[in-house]
């Protein structure tokens, strides 16, 4: 078995495994981040889950399959199989929480996992046309300021997109009315965007979408916040 320790404390590398570790620096932000808007939205339950297991989980799922005999970019074959370990998280837990309760925000969250990034009737990319169309999204929390408490990530997230604003109180209330309006399909890529520090065309390789799309994403979620802003 394969896990992150293991290769950290290795002097003999392969070639792919020093790849593998040459990405931890992203890599980790990016899943430590997702793991706290999922717990802040109430997907998931608080400490569970940990960056250094998701990716355990990924590296083994890469060795067990021999996604590294593929002819994938590395980086890419990387951060696509943690998100897919992410992805699978995800829709056990609100699997579970749909299960257990009527709670429409959580459905909604567990079917955006489950939609498809364009329409095949006219190729516009979904979800991103219009975000205030999203009825699950209006359900928002209210003590964003209490949650969202990494500050570092939070200034990343406002410095990334410049959201700063006079309208809400704090950073973390900021950000967290960002993320409360965006469903999980939405939110992964833009903080593959800010933590993973990967480009849109990187992005569209991760998602097998096109690279207009990815900035078609980033900039209406950027312009939905904005208008919620006003209108909220």
Same mark, same amino acid.
């Given at each position: 078995?394969?896990?992150? #320790?293991?290769?950290?404390? $290795?002097? #003999?590398? &392969?070639?792919?495994? !020093?790849?593998?570790?040459? +990405? ?7 899943? !430590? ?16 889950? #940990? ?9 083994? !799922? ?6 590294? =005999?593929?002819?994938?970019?590395? !980086? ?15 829709? $056990?837990?609100?699997? #579970? ?6 709670? *429409? ?10 939609? @498809? ?5 006219? =190729? ?7 975000? *205030? ?9 209210? &003590? ?5 408490? *990494? ?7 406002? &410095? ?18 960002? +993320? &409360?309006?965006?469903? @999980? ?5 833009? *903080? ?20 207009? $799309? ?7 979620? $950027? @312009?939905?916040? =904005? ?6």
């Amino acid at each position: 078995m394969k896990s992150l #320790n293991e290769l950290e404390g $290795k002097s #003999n590398l &392969n070639e792919f495994d !020093k790849s593998i570790l040459s +990405y931890m620096e992203n890599l980790h932000p990016y899943v !430590k981040h997702r793991l706290h808007v999922a717990e802040n939205k109430g997907i998931l339950p608080k400490n569970l889950y #940990n960056s250094t297991g998701i990716i355990d989980d990924a590296i083994l !799922k890469i060795y067990e399959e021999n996604l590294q =005999k593929t002819d994938t970019d590395i !980086k890419i074959l990387l951060f696509k199989t943690v998100d897919e370990i992410l992805k699978s998280t995800l829709a $056990k837990e609100l699997e #579970n929480s749909s299960t257990e309760n009527s709670d *429409d925000f959580l459905k909604g969250e567990l079917q955006s996992l489950e939609i @498809e990034f364009f329409v095949d009737a006219d =190729k516009e990319t979904i979800l991103y046309k219009d975000l *205030d169309d999203i009825s699950y999204n209006k359900n928002q929390q209210s &003590n964003f300021d209490e949650v969202f408490t *990494d500050e570092s990530a939070n200034t990343a997230v406002i &410095n990334h997109f410049n959201l700063h604003n006079e309208i809400y109180h704090s950073d973390s209330e900021t950000v967290g009315r960002f +993320y &409360n309006l965006l469903p @999980e399909c939405v939110s992964s890529i833009v *903080d593959l965007s800010v933590f993973g520090k990967l480009s849109a065309k990187e992005i569209a390789k991760v998602y097998a979408i096109d690279e207009a $799309k990815v900035a078609n994403v980033i900039a209406n979620a $950027k @312009e939905s916040f =904005k208008t919620h802003q006003h209108n909220g």
